[in-house]
């Protein structure tokens, strides 16, 4: 085997194998849900979300500010709140 073929055999395996560790060290995805449904709690005063809420604020990270916030109102909060837990789910 060329010293050339077998050089890029192991860089393409070293860029596999840091891209997939990479991968494992990333943020969690759930962390800006987990935000906005903090606020939501704040807003329940200490009583956990039920899972409406968290769908919401999961629709609120995709992007869909607006069905995040018709979610949240749904659920009983308040649409200043709803508003900027959405707000904090979209970053």
Not at 64 to 85: E, H, I, M, P
């Amino acid at each position: 085997m060329r010293t050339s073929t077998r050089l890029a055999g192991v860089l393409t395996g070293l860029t596999l194998a840091l891209g997939g560790a990479a991968a494992l060290t990333a943020p969690a995805a759930h962390a800006d849900v987990t935000a906005c449904i903090n606020q939501v709690e704040r807003e329940l005063q200490g009583g956990e979300a039920p899972a409406s809420i968290r769908t919401a604020c999961s629709v609120g990270m995709g992007g869909d500010q607006k069905q995040c916030v018709t979610g949240l109102t749904t659920g009983g909060v308040t649409n200043g709140t709803a508003v900027s837990a959405c707000r904090v789910a979209a970053q």
